[in-house]
């Protein structure tokens, strides 16, 4: 099985500052038709996962601008511009290359200092 | 809109069973993969089972092979989760999801295992 290790698992940032989450997977997310399913998941508190990012770096509909992926082979990056209070909650990246089964990573949390 | 809306969770025993639906409205059900993801209590998100638009491939973690079965009835728009032999450990919010690339949620289900 893939495993996608997330880091840092805490990551707390000021309101309007950048923020960078990184996703390691334990193998290439190339997949044999050349695509790489590395998604991006974002879970404010109390809410359901919310998919932000697809394909690496594929904003999904209504996801702001200052939400970006970016990435290739095994590792993948999450970043967030500038930090707004909206943004708080877990991170998850997940892979979906090499299934069964689909992985997630551990989650990132993001909490304003 | 597109709206998934997950039912069927409750208290149940260890050993007992439950059966989730996940009710599927505002888009082309038939034409995607459905999954279901979980969330124990305090824990990260983890795939539990996919299946095909026609429901003719079907896919499962480890821990639920054999007690859990995923379904779907593409003319009523839903999705199914047959859980038997449940376990403590299967405590959690169950989530459906649209596509194996889980672009679309619902608000999710819980189920608790617990004498």
């Known amino acids: 099985d893939v495993v996608m290790t997330q880091s840092p698992l805490s990551l707390p940032v000021t309101l309007g500052q950048p923020a960078s989450i990184s996703c390691k997977s334990s193998?290439?997310?190339?997949?044999?038709?050349?695509?790489?399913?590395l998604n991006w998941f974002q879970q404010r508190p109390g809410q359901s996962p919310r998919r932000l990012i697809y394909?690496?770096?594929n904003r999904d509909s209504g996801v702001p601008d200052r939400f970006s992926g970016s990435g290739s082979g095994t590792d993948f990056t999450l970043k967030i511009s500038r930090v707004e209070a909206e943004d708080v909650g877990v991170y998850y990246c997940m892979q979906g290359t090499h299934w069964p089964p689909w992985t997630f990573g551990q989650g990132t949390k993001v909490e304003i200092k | 809109d597109v709206q998934l809306v997950e039912s069927g969770g409750g208290l149940v025993q260890p050993g007992g069973s439950l059966r989730l639906s996940c009710a599927a409205s505002?888009?082309?059900?038939?034409?995607?993969?459905m999954s279901w993801v979980r969330q124990a209590p305090g824990k990260g998100l983890e795939w539990v089972a996919n299946?095909?638009?026609?429901?003719?491939?079907?896919y499962y973690v480890d821990s639920v092979k054999g007690r859990f079965t995923i379904s779907r009835d593409n003319a009523k728009k839903s999705l199914y989760l047959q859980m038997n032999s449940l376990r403590a450990e299967d405590t959690a919010v169950y989530y459906c999801a649209r596509g194996s690339g889980m672009g679309v949620w619902g608000q999710g289900t819980t189920v608790t295992v617990s004498s």
């Open positions: 193998q290439s997310l190339v997949s044999s038709d050349g695509n790489t399913y």
């Open positions: 394909k690496v770096s």
């Open positions: 505002g888009f082309s059900f038939s034409s995607y993969w």
């Open positions: 299946i095909k638009e026609d429901g003719s491939e079907k």
